[in-house]
């Protein structure tokens, strides 16, 4: 079975490691529930990915080039060779310097031509792109092109990562790039040549990333309102965290005015973020998976009327696909569609959030975005009602203790 470069996607935004298929290996069942992810993007050409730590002595410094107006680099890669799948010893592999004073990634472009030798697909032929601690990109210029023969790829200019793709650039620790030329299926073992790069360029833009002036989560924020984090009082611009496999991190905020409330993870994320809004009781109120812009980055505003007022709110972010729960148990929110900024609409939409269900495997730092709204610290909303109640208030508790908990008489002595 021959694993195309959407198992390449599933794997890459899994945040795994790059590897390739091995001729003969068995494909698991697929599961008919699951989030079909390669339709939910415009482009893979460009595929975020961690891959772990670079050793530097592996690589080869990329010196024939000449900075374009101090801010790109064109990297000349004709006559390359493409081998093996990632770590291959055969697979050449090269640093790229950022020009002085820029310390981070910011575009990409590519005018090639390839050759993908049978039974070798064009569409195989993919370099790895990453910083020093191995976060970055997957360039496929022949994604989609599934057979083998000659063909010639452009982008039409350099592309902003943020701008074209929704995704952040990426900061550079060392100041420089690390490129890995390899095979996404080896057809040919043993450092046999599957494809090549005849002609062309990669051109590559540098920039700078701006301080960050937001808020910082402290410690690891609560996945309830009662456990939410506190956000300082003022205009609340940005929260910047970090999720790992399971979490969840909620945090109190004051929307303003909600016909100018957003808050974005696009273009601050290579996670596959959701991000959720709970009223002051704890009660769903909108939500987002996809971007509608594309990506997997996500964005809630009030295009869809579903904030009725300024007040107090819960600002939640996890990753695909852990899901809120209402009192009931059931999810406040469908699955799909994937793309679209929506009120609550799931099973126990009616109720407040009382746990998560389902699971992710993501780890990573974020930034959502925030506008139209300002600090603010959690309330106490009531509690989700006793087994059996459809409605809930202090004397209905206090009537159901007292069925399920009956006062022991005494007698005196």
Not at 154 to 164: Q, T
Not at 317 to 345: K, L, M
Request: aromatic share 10%; with cysteine; net charge negative.
């Amino acid at each position: 079975m021959r694993y195309t470069l959407s198992s390449l996607i599933v794997c890459a935004l899994a945040l795994c490691s790059v590897g390739f298929a091995q001729k003969g290996q068995a494909g698991e069942k697929p599961d008919p529930n699951a989030k079909p992810i390669v339709s939910k993007t415009q482009n893979w050409r460009v595929i975020p990915v961690n891959v772990g730590p670079r050793n530097p002595s592996q690589y080869v410094p990329y010196s024939d080039f000449f900075p374009a107006s101090g801010g790109t680099v064109d990297v000349d890669v004709t006559g390359t060779p493409s081998y093996d799948g990632t770590g291959a010893s055969c697979n050449v592999r090269l640093t790229v310097a950022a020009p002085s004073g820029k310390d981070a990634w910011t575009g990409i472009g590519w005018d090639v031509t390839l050759t993908a030798y049978d039974p070798s697909w064009l569409s195989e032929i993919a370099v790895l792109i990453t910083n020093v601690d191995g976060d970055g990109y997957i360039l496929v210029p022949g994604a989609g092109d599934d057979g083998s023969g000659t063909s010639s790829y452009s982008s039409g200019g350099v592309n902003d990562l943020c701008g074209a793709y929704n995704l952040p650039p990426l900061p550079l620790p060392d100041g420089n790039l690390y490129l890995e030329f390899y095979e996404t299926y080896n057809d040919f073992a043993d450092c046999g040549q599957d494809g090549n790069w005849d002609s062309g360029t990669l051109t590559f833009a540098f920039g700078s990333i701006p301080p960050f002036t937001g808020y910082d989560e402290q410690g690891d924020a609560g996945d309830l309102p009662e456990t939410a984090q506190a956000t300082p009082s003022g205009v609340l611009s940005a929260i910047r965290g970090t999720l790992s496999a399971d979490d969840v991190d909620m945090y109190a905020i004051y929307i303003t005015d909600p016909s100018s409330f957003s808050a974005t993870t696009s273009c601050q994320t290579d996670l596959d973020t959701q991000i959720f809004l709970f009223d002051a009781n704890g009660n769903p109120v909108v939500f987002n998976d996809d971007d509608p812009n594309g990506g997997f980055a996500s964005r809630i505003d009030n295009s869809a009327f579903c904030i009725p007022s300024a007040g107090l709110y819960y600002l939640a972010i996890s990753a695909y696909d852990r899901d809120p729960t209402g009192c009931n148990g059931g999810e406040q929110w469908a699955d799909t569609p994937f793309g679209t900024i929506r009120c609550a609409d799931g099973a126990d939409q009616a109720s407040r959030i009382s746990g998560w269900t389902g699971s992710h495997g993501d780890s990573g730092t974020y930034i959502v975005s925030i506008t139209g709204a300002e600090g603010a610290s959690p309330g106490d909303p009531a509690d989700c009602p006793p087994p059996g109640n459809d409605q809930w208030d202090e004397n209905s508790e206090r009537r159901w203790r007292r069925r399920r908990c009956p006062q022991q008489r005494t007698t005196r002595v």
